[in-house]
């Protein structure tokens, strides 16, 4: 059972590039989310999904876009790469326990091991 | 500055000591979690505490909400080499559109010497 996979692990860019970061989840998990995380800022969530074909912005989405076509699969993509954009991203995901009030019970977040991406 | 903010930033003990941390909010949750993450790895959820819940434990693990405080506490007994690692809380509410959001700390850096 692998969970949650993060390609590519390493990357650097030079600014203006595109790139594109996959994140796969075999748990069928209806949440996903992207996360960045900066020395001393802790996670800040980028973007997240809460099923198949849905996104929604989450607290630093400016310069990054996602995408959700297959439930597994969460894409972030930078369509011109930023200096600021240097940091380690993190992709989690969740599932939402329905209780019989037909409220959502929260379940923790399972992360990936995160990309390192350097912009130059 | 952040919802979920940790205290002390770094801790340094020895082994078989007791760690605890804390963990101060500004808004009302409804859970609040606890997560590890070692060095150049993901996050790894620990313990989760719903609003209604005073005390948690799990193993060597204890947390402790009190919500007329915002805060949380995680106490570690018995540390080991192996519990040393970043720890991060991680709060949640339910947004007026309905939706949950997390909202993580800045972390406490937990290093036992063994």
């Known amino acids: 059972n692998a969970g949650v996979t993060q390609t590519p692990k390493f990357r650097v860019l030079k600014t203006g590039q595109s790139m594109t970061l996959l994140c796969a989840q075999d748990?069928?998990?209806?949440?996903m989310y992207w996360y960045r995380q900066d020395p001393g800022m802790g996670l800040r969530l980028i973007h997240y999904s809460v099923g198949e074909g849905t996104t929604a912005k989450g607290e630093v989405p400016d310069g990054y876009n996602v995408s959700r076509l297959k439930k597994q699969n969460f894409l972030l993509g930078l369509e011109s790469a930023a200096p600021s954009q240097t940091s380690v991203y993190f992709c989690a995901s969740s599932y939402m326990r329905k209780l019989k009030t037909a409220l959502l019970a929260v379940q923790p977040q399972h992360f990936g091991d995160g990309t390192r991406l350097s912009i130059l | 500055s952040q919802q979920g903010e940790e205290d002390p930033q770094a801790l340094s003990i020895q082994e078989g000591e007791n760690a605890t941390m804390n963990c101060s909010y500004k808004t009302s949750i409804n859970n609040l979690q606890w997560y590890r993450q070692n060095s150049g790895r993901g996050l790894v959820h620990l313990i989760l505490i719903r609003s209604n819940e005073r005390e948690k434990h799990s193993g060597r693990l204890r947390v402790t909400l009190d919500t007329s405080k915002k805060s949380s506490s995680l106490l570690i007994t018995a540390s080991r080499a192996a519990d040393t690692a970043s720890y991060f809380c991680?709060?949640?509410?339910?947004?007026?559109?309905?939706?949950?959001?997390?909202?993580f700390g800045t972390g406490t850096r937990l290093k036992v010497l063994a």
């Open positions: 748990m069928n998990h209806e949440y």
């Open positions: 991680a709060t949640d509410r339910l947004t007026t559109s309905g939706t949950y959001k997390y909202i």
